[in-house]
């Protein structure tokens, strides 16, 4: 890893390095009004449909996935080279995440591979766990970053 603020391309970047971006708490409107707008199932709406399953209301799991791209940008993509997102794989999502809810993000840079004479592809692996230290979300996200 470099220093904050230094531009980091394809080769400065290391199978293993590691990130600790932040955190992201979820409120119990936040999670109504994005289930409203993108995902309007019952269980994300109201806390007696939750009730039936999940003991509450709880987040959609795009609003998790959504929620921990933020400060996974702010901290880590915002200092790499990157040029577009390639997709994600493995979006899990292992637990329900309900108002209250704090997750701690990690990440760590799982691949590398060289693209083409001015591109690489990187492979950054996204782990979410609540305040219980239980993981409720993971990925794999893959990007295409500049080479040097």
């Not at 971006?21 to 289930?35: D, H, L, Q, R």
């Not at 782990?127 to 993971?138: G, I, L, P, T």
Request: with cysteine; proline share 4%.
């Amino acid at each position: 890893m470099t220093d904050q603020g230094t531009m980091q391309y394809f080769e400065d970047l290391s199978i293993g390095d590691s990130w600790e971006p932040g955190s992201v708490t979820f409120t119990k409107e936040e999670i109504i009004e994005f289930a409203r707008r993108y995902d309007p199932q019952p269980f994300h709406l109201d806390d007696t449909a939750g009730e039936r399953h999940f003991e509450g209301v709880i987040a959609s799991g795009w609003h998790t996935a959504a929620a921990c791209m933020r400060p996974f940008a702010e901290a880590v993509l915002t200092d790499v080279a990157i040029i577009a997102a390639l997709g994600i794989e493995n979006l899990v999502w292992r637990r329900a995440v309900r108002p209250g809810d704090t997750l701690a993000i990690s990440v760590t840079l799982h691949d590398k591979q060289p693209w083409d004479d001015g591109r690489g592809q990187v492979t950054f692996k996204l782990v979410a766990k609540n305040q219980a230290d239980e993981r409720v979300h993971s990925r794999l996200d893959h990007v295409l970053v500049e080479r040097a």
